[in-house]
């Protein structure tokens, strides 16, 4: 795992976002992801929320999405 990376989204529309260099997988669930950063906690807030992959370093997070919180 690389350290002292910044997290890096990729959000296109409403309905899907791209997250590289993420840290851990804290709090799940359809209204709520919440990712462990090297720097900070990212909150994504919204409906129907999934995680469509993730590996080590990236992961694709669809539904639709409200708010992005750092």
Same mark, same amino acid.
């Given at each position: 795992m690389l350290? /002292? +990376?910044e997290v890096v989204c990729t959000v296109n529309g409403t309905r899907e976002i791209f997250i590289? /260099?993420?840290g851990s %997988?804290?709090?799940?669930?359809?209204? +709520? *992801? *919440? %990712?462990h950063c090297f720097r900070c906690d990212l909150v994504i807030?919204? +409906?129907g929320l999934v995680i469509e992959y993730f590996t080590d370093m990236d992961m694709k997070i669809t539904g639709c999405i409200q708010s992005i919180r750092f």
């Open positions: 350290r /002292n +990376k590289e /260099n993420y %997988l804290g709090d799940f669930t359809d209204g +709520k *992801i *919440i %990712l807030e919204g +409906k």
